[in-house]
């Protein structure tokens, strides 16, 4: 799935001319927390977000901070504070930094800006064309869209198969030290775990097979250290 797939194509916008007022009643008509910033030839140069407007002076949340904190900090800190709190127009506001994504963007790749970046939207653009937008609720749309038809049901011999086969792939735990049964589709997990947190995930691998009805835990936590053992209930 790529951000063309996902993204709002009809994206709200404002200019860097906008003044703060029109941005924060367009942010609240639309019911967003973020708009992307173009000029007249619709190229991206920046977005704002509910956040720049949190410490304005017309709401009494200006920041100011100490005199001998300005003054460590330096004339250039306290300007750019007093423009973020004063200024009445879009562009002395806005991030001008922004991350963007090609239109092929991958979902995965989306995700990763979006973690690595700490934003809620990533604008999608052609050259410096801006072509759409992908928030964290498109992604949350695209999760429905993917969920695939239910495959048929496995009988317990490839139940079994499947479960191993997931369980050698992902490495939380060794086939090794399980005595795993499948019987009409119920699964049965017994043996060892070193770790509370491999149990559930030793549920939701069997869980997620096609045919499989019901886990039965008989699994038993070895404590590393001591070799102290309990079962899920807690008992020695």
Do not use: C
Request: aromatic share 4%; net charge negative; proline share 5%.
């Amino acid at each position: 799935m790529k951000a063309s797939d996902i993204m709002t194509r009809d994206v709200k916008t404002v200019t860097p001319d906008a003044t703060i007022e029109e941005a924060v009643n367009l942010l609240l008509s639309i019911r967003a927390s973020g708009l992307p910033v173009v000029d007249d030839n619709g190229r991206l140069v920046g977005i704002v977000s509910e956040t720049d407007f949190l410490h304005r002076v017309e709401i009494g949340t200006a920041k100011r901070r100490p005199r001998l904190i300005e003054f460590l900090l330096g004339p250039g800190e306290v300007a750019e504070a007093y423009v973020m709190s004063h200024s009445r127009k879009v562009g002395d506001v806005m991030t001008r930094d922004v991350v963007t994504v090609a239109a092929n963007a991958s979902l995965n790749e989306i995700v990763a800006v979006m973690e690595k970046r700490k934003v809620k939207r990533v604008p999608v653009v052609t050259g410096d064309e801006l072509v759409g937008l992908v928030t964290r609720s498109d992604v949350l749309r695209a999760f429905t869209a993917a969920r695939p038809t239910a495959p048929a049901p496995l009988d317990d011999q490839a139940i079994l198969d499947r479960l191993m086969a997931e369980l050698n792939a992902q490495g939380f735990a060794s086939p090794r030290a399980l005595d795993v049964t499948v019987d009409r589709g119920v699964v049965t997990l017994t043996g060892e775990i070193f770790d509370e947190r491999q149990r559930p995930a030793l549920t939701v691998a069997a869980e997620n097979i096609p045919g499989v009805t019901k886990v039965i835990d008989h699994l038993v936590w070895i404590e590393p250290f001591s070799g102290m053992t309990l079962d899920k209930t807690g008992m020695i």
